[in-house]
């Protein structure tokens, strides 16, 4: 692996956990464009591959019109709004939960189960107090 390469793929990385940890490709270019001005936005892509395919980088498709990247660490589950497009992890012990249920369904019919998905989408709390737009409002990016 070359070194640009490394170099590319680790501020994609590091864009991503300081702006919220779940950002677009769109956005992931945005922010690393700041820093490597002959970047392209066809060269994020590539890199969000690469790293997807490494397991560093997770793409999260909650079947709106974007996907979001999101480095990979302990399984956790998403908050969606989708008015704004915010997206927030959620804090519980969900998962351990799931995995006895997993581990029940195996149990039960033999099935080997080897992924599983579990979004909650609505609308945020800022999002509810604001009057209904149409198209609803551009995403803001979050620095930490
Ligand atoms: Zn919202
Ligand atoms: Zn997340």
Sequence with gaps: MNYRNTK???AILDAIEGHGGHLT?????QVVKLGQPRLSLGTVYRNL???AEQGSVRELDFGMAITYFETIKDAHYH???RVCGGISDMETDL???LMALVEHTSGIDGFQV???RLDFVGVCRSC???PVEAG???RALKAR
């Design 128 to 130: 509810q107090s604001k």
């Design 95 to 97: 998962e351990q939960k």
């Design 114 to 116: 080897e992924q599983h």
């Design 25 to 29: 490709a769109e956005e992931i270019y």
């Design 79 to 81: 908050l969606v709004c």
């Design 49 to 51: 591959r690469v790293l």
């Design 8 to 10: 590319q793929r680790q």
């Design 136 to 138: 609803g409002q551009a």
